[in-house]
């Protein structure tokens, strides 16, 4: 049986001119899921729980997996393990909007949160169990097996304590489809020179030679950290993210001018396009290439032409850093501390023992079956059936060098949402003032970091 690892490193610990533009309904949202605002939380994203009596074999699971692909494919695995409880334990599922659940976060956790909910790994998990919102689930991981000491680091809080049981990873690249590429002649390019000359060739093809979206917050910013990854190194991006290195430096100033370079064969229009919509740009051979996440592209082709879907590194900028990072986010399941359903001994008991379940191979096993388009955490799980895009990302990620977990995982997440959302989508609309706009992030920086030192 082929085996599957994750070996990455550890992840640590609207500017619109000179002003902040005036926040979309959307941006309001996320400013008050992280503060104390008077936007009410979403009723889709009020937790289910039972109160403290509950059943004590009913778990409440909250999950942001509202695509078809991985909606369906938790559902076989939850539908497995309630199958092989021999204890009759139950799930009940909250679905919610991915984009929603992600902007009210820091509301649902603080209210009547399910008992399990789904979130992320590195940055954005340690900054809930610094806050006091998720249990300590370091009795579990005792007896976890199959996983990297990589995976505990990004799954363990600043206390040294274990958080998360991780699920899957993706790693993001830049996605294209075979046969276009055989079409007309074109190969992977390795170096950024060779990137635009690649759009360059495309662009006289009469394709859009970099499908771009970025109306849900957050797609282009897989675009910003690859950019400068590639110039700055990782460690520099690791501090920047961190609040440890000043967005006015020249180095960051370099990126954007970078990024604006490559605008002009990008998509128009990307602020009101969403990833699906980028993805089915792609898949109608509207556009040639886009920086995207496994899953993604993943998602909008039909079966019939997944084996079309093909990706490359992103481009080298400077050597000195080659393309050594790969961003491949993990994700995984948490237990939420103001759950009051897990006040009963019994439902913790039941929620701990799903945790376990979802730890094993066979788990991720089940949940792939439905879903090709994510990699096993797990050591235990089995690949023999993985898909030549499968086995091609385990070799990206394992070759890497550095793994980052993606903008708005690797930095605090009021930042990411109050900042950097509504910077980056003012960028794409007016790239031209790179100064007021490293000025703007630097100023917020500063008050956001300086809240909890």
């Known amino acids: 049986m082929a085996r599957s690892s994750f070996d990455g490193s550890a992840v640590p610990g609207s500017v619109t001119g000179h002003r902040i533009s005036r926040p979309s309904r959307r941006g309001v949202l996320r400013g008050a899921a992280v503060g104390a605002g008077a936007v009410a939380l979403p009723a889709l994203l009020t937790g289910c729980g039972d109160g403290p009596g509950g059943d004590g074999k009913t778990v409440r699971v909250g999950s942001n997996s509202s695509d078809p692909v991985p909606k369906k494919a938790f559902a076989d695995a939850f539908a497995a393990y309630t199958k092989q409880s021999k204890e009759g334990r139950k799930i009940k599922v909250n679905t919610v909007d991915h984009n929603t659940f992600q902007e009210n976060i820091n509301r649902y956790l603080q209210g009547t949160p399910d008992d399990v909910f789904m979130w992320f790994a590195g940055y954005r998990m340690q900054f809930f169990a610094q806050k006091g919102l998720l249990h300590d689930i370091s009795d579990l991981w005792r007896g976890y097996e199959g996983f990297s000491d990589a995976l505990k680091a990004q799954s363990t809080g600043a206390d040294g304590k274990q958080y998360l049981t991780p699920y899957y990873y993706y790693p993001w690249a830049v996605f294209h489809r075979k046969s276009v590429f055989q079409e007309h002649g074109y190969t992977a390019p390795r170096t950024l020179d060779q990137y635009i000359a690649l759009a360059r060739r495309m662009k006289k093809d009469k394709l859009v030679p970099i499908a771009f979206c970025d109306k849900d917050g957050w797609p282009a910013m897989g675009t910003f950290d690859y950019l400068n990854m590639r110039s700055n190194g990782y460690e520099f991006h690791k501090n920047l993210m961190a609040g440890e290195e000043a967005w006015t430096d020249n180095r960051v100033k370099a990126v954007f001018d970078t990024w604006r370079s490559l605008l002009p064969y990008c998509q128009p229009g990307a602020n009101g396009r969403t990833w699906q919509e980028a993805a089915n740009s792609l898949q109608k051979r509207e556009a040639g290439m886009a920086v995207f996440g496994l899953p993604h592209p993943g998602a909008q082709f039909p079966k019939g032409e997944q084996d079309d879907i093909d990706f490359f590194p992103f481009p080298e900028i400077d050597p000195a850093h080659g393309q050594d990072a790969v961003e491949a986010p993990i994700d995984g399941f948490l237990l939420a501390k103001k759950s009051k359903s897990l006040k009963n001994d019994r439902t913790m008991a039941s929620a701990k023992d799903l945790l376990k379940w979802l730890a094993t191979g066979k788990a991720e096993d089940i949940y792939l079956a439905s879903d090709p388009n994510n990699i096993a955490v797990s ?75």
């Open 379 to 453: 050591d235990r799980a089995d690949t023999s059936a993985y898909t030549p895009l499968q086995k091609k990302a385990v070799e990206l990620v394992s070759g890497a060098r550095h793994i980052s977990q993606f903008l708005d995982r690797d930095t605090r997440p009021d930042f990411s949402s109050t900042v950097m959302v509504p910077a980056i989508q003012s960028f794409i609309n007016n790239p031209k003032d790179v100064d007021g706009l490293v000025k703007g992030i630097e100023r917020q920086k500063k008050t956001i970091f300086a809240a909890d030192s």
